[in-house]
Nanobody, 122 residues
Framework: QVQLVESGGGSVRAGGSLTLSCAASGYTYSSYCMGWFRQAPGKEREGVAIIASDASKNYANAVKGRFTIAKDNAKNTVYLQMNRLKPEDTAMYYC????????????????WGQGTQVTVSS
């Protein structure tokens, strides 16, 4: 059974940092494209970052230079390090797996988690 469990969300002031984690089970984790997307109330879902099976990465322009995606194959876990957070980063953040094509924009998700809330105050 596929399961993705996100953690690490919270409330921070602008300029702060958070690290999100996503523990995956039910997949041969390292073989799949994984990523993070977010959705704020009243807004469209937005791809944030992806990491391919070969560990290549891509980011949305809005987070490039501030966010870093990484994975630990031994732990079946993908991370999103978020630095210099802005109020506009406030959203529910979701982890996704088996993203096809493996892209920040336009990918279809094989599965995703329940999400973790990130709130950034000014």
């Amino acid at each position: 059974q596929v399961q993705l469990v996100e953690s690490g969300g919270g409330s921070v002031r602008a300029g702060g940092s958070l690290t999100l984690s996503c523990a995956a089970s039910g997949y041969t984790y390292s073989s799949y494209c994984m990523g993070w997307f977010r959705q704020a109330p009243g807004k469209e879902r937005e791809g944030v970052a992806i990491i391919a099976s070969d560990a290549s990465k891509n980011y949305a322009n809005a987070v490039k230079g501030r966010f870093t995606i990484a994975k630990d194959n031994a732990k079946n876990t993908v991370y999103l390090q978020m630095n210099r957070l802005k109020p506009e980063d406030t959203a529910m953040y979701y982890c996704a797996i088996d993203i096809r094509p493996c892209a920040v924009v336009g990918g279809v998700f094989g599965a995703w988690g329940q999400g973790t809330q990130v709130t950034v105050s000014s």
